[in-house]
């Protein structure tokens, strides 16, 4: 289960925060089924930590300042957000553009899928990027708000404690975005979902007034997040550290991203992004359970980026971003 205290999008009225999740339960019983590798992630760590230091290895965080061109239409930074209890924090966000890229929602429950660590959804979805799509219910699998691609549906049922939709692949008539992060207090949400293939719900982080409405720090942990722009290109947002959710949404605000409505979709150890360039790939995830973990939780359901036109290429696992 995929929960947090805090977890509670204070604009919407009669939301109660979600129970804290059984993460260490869950770690268990990856541990009991990949004991193996995990004795090995372990063995790299130290490895890491003694020999590795600053390098691309598994667990470190490569800095790309400012924007780095990827390819046309995807681009890659890390950015600084401030301190938070005398830690300096920082962002990494992939940003790209729904003319050039698809998104899609793929979910374990979908005929022929089973969870995967990130890396290997974007691997087996022949993906460009991939992140978290949201918590998830006790069984594992079940999204806790709507989340469905097409006839493919996880969960039918729209959460009232959920602030944000992010919806992509537009049907229909009219001309409506290819992708976009819809604010349920602003939005004609009722009237826009049906015309969309790929509906995923979960809070808001920031509204369509640029503001967000957590207040207080609460408790701090990696986050995942799903934003648009004034552009209409569509972020991924991921922070390694533990933050607070309200500090990270002021930091990213103050932020010179321009950013619309965002949607928070996961929070702790299981927070990961992973991103492809060519023949590489970066993968990102929450500091703490996840460090013990070198290829990453098994994730049941995730949001993709897909090019318009592609072909499955060989993935070289955590190289430095822009090197060939």
Avoid at 128 to 153: K, S
Avoid at 203 to 214: E, N, Q, V, Y
Avoid at 222 to 242: N, Q
Avoid at 317 to 324: F, L, T, W
Wanted: with cysteine; hydrophobic share 45%.
């Amino acid at each position: 289960m995929s929960t947090h205290r805090n977890a509670a999008d204070h604009s919407l009225p009669g939301e109660k925060p979600l129970p804290q999740g059984r993460r260490f339960d869950a770690l268990l019983k990856w541990l009991s089924l990949h004991a193996r590798t995990a004795c090995r992630g372990v063995v790299l760590l130290v490895c890491s930590a003694l020999f590795l230091a600053g390098s691309s290895s598994v667990f470190s965080l490569p800095f790309i300042p400012s924007w780095k061109s990827m390819e046309p239409g995807f681009e890659i930074g890390s950015f600084a957000i401030g301190r938070q209890k005398g830690i300096e924090k920082h962002v990494v966000i992939a940003r790209f553009d729904p003319e050039i890229f698809d998104f899609v929602a793929v979910s374990a429950m979908f005929p022929g899928k089973k969870m995967q660590t990130l890396r290997d959804w974007v691997q087996s979805e022949n993906l460009v990027a991939a992140i978290n799509a949201g918590m998830f219910r006790e069984n594992g699998l079940t999204h806790t708000g709507l989340f469905r691609f097409g006839d493919l549906v996880n969960n039918s049922h729209v959460a009232e404690r959920f602030g944000a939709f992010f919806v992509a692949l537009p049907h229909g008539e009219g001309k409506l975005p290819r992708a976009a992060v819809l604010d349920r207090t602003a939005d004609d949400w009722q009237e826009i979902l049906p015309r969309y293939a790929v509906a995923v719900q979960n809070f808001r982080l920031i509204g369509a007034d640029g503001t967000s409405p957590w207040r207080g720090r609460g408790e701090e942990h990696p986050v995942s997040a799903v934003g648009m722009d004034l552009k209409g290109r569509i972020l991924f947002i991921h922070c390694r550290e533990a933050v607070s959710v309200s500090f990270l949404a002021e930091s990213l605000i103050a932020l010179p991203l321009d950013l619309k409505q965002t949607m928070y979709v996961e929070g702790g150890s299981e927070a990961s992004l992973a991103v492809r360039e060519g023949e590489k790939m970066y993968v990102w995830s929450g500091r703490g359970k996840g460090d013990l973990l070198p290829n990453g939780f098994l994730l049941p359901n995730i949001i993709g980026v897909r090019r318009r036109s592609q072909e499955k290429v060989p993935v070289q696992v955590n190289a430095e971003p822009g090197q060939k």
